[in-house]
T-cell receptor, first 111, second 113 residues
Framework: TQLLKQSPQFLSIQEGENLTVYCNSS?????LQWYRQEPGEGPVLLVT?????EVKKLKRLTFQFGDARKDSSLHITAAQPGDTGLYLC???????????FGKGTRLSVIA | NAGVTQTPKFQVLKTGQSMTLQCAQD?????MYWYRQDPGMGLRLIYY???????DKGEVPNGYNVSRLNKREFSLRLESAAPSQTSVYFC????????????FGNGTRLTVT
């Protein structure tokens, strides 16, 4: 059972384009996190969203947590080659239990 | 600050061989985790340790054992490696609560032939 479904699985775009990736669940999460992973490295945290309806901005990246806390999105404005990587969403099933991860969206930004 | 250190970085085993993956953290965190990452499968939890002296199974524990040697170190052992255990293994440690970031090592790439 895949608790966190990410879409699309792959995305290849030109530099300067905008994009949105999604993380959806039928379960309510107390919080969701987004990570970015580059080849040969472990994932690195981008943001944590904790309140339904919350919007957080990190330079050209905008993260949103759904009102019902079942879904989240990541929007990148004017993508750059440096944005290339694997984007993972993750959340705790309950309390302080280990995070469960989605399968990720692999983004390629072509110059 | 090293954060989370994993050794080795790469390993090739033959079916039936055993090995131990090592993980050490210098962040003084209580919890430590082992995940495996396979193409198209995301990160799946193998085992975790909420504190020194405790370990619990995750989503995919079969074929693995773990030891929480002390607060800093958490090792993962494959007693009899199988090709299905070919994967990239990540050790991670969270901060003190559910919104704390997970800090990952750089992974061990294991191939079982």
């Amino acid at each position: 059972t895949q608790l966190l479904k990410q879409s699309p699985q792959f995305l290849s775009i030109q530099e300067g384009e905008n994009l949105t990736v999604y993380c959806n669940s039928s379960s309510v999460f107390s919080s969701l996190q987004w990570y970015r992973q580059e080849p040969g490295e472990g994932p690195v945290l981008l943001v944590t969203v904790v309140t339904g309806g919350e919007v957080k901005k990190l330079k050209r990246l905008t993260f949103q947590f759904g009102d019902a806390r079942k879904d989240s999105s990541l929007h990148i404005t004017a993508a750059q080659p440096g944005d290339t990587g694997l984007y993972l969403c993750a959340g705790p099933l309950s309390g302080n239990t280990p995070l469960v991860f989605g399968k990720g969206t692999r983004l390629s930004v072509i110059a | 600050n090293a954060g989370v250190t994993q050794t080795p970085k790469f390993q090739v085993l033959k079916t039936g061989q055993s090995m131990t993956l090592q993980c050490a953290q210098d962040m003084n965190h209580n919890s430590m985790y082992w995940y495996r990452q396979d193409p198209g499968m995301g990160l799946r939890l193998i085992y975790y340790s909420a504190s020194e002296g405790t370990t619990d199974k995750g989503e995919v524990p079969n074929g693995y054992n773990v030891s929480r040697l002390n607060k800093r170190e958490f090792s993962l052992r494959l007693e009899s490696a199988a090709p299905s255990q070919t994967s990239v293994y990540f050790c991670a440690t969270p901060g003190g609560n559910s919104v704390s970031p997970l800090h990952f090592g750089n992974g061990t790439r294991l191939t079982v032939t």
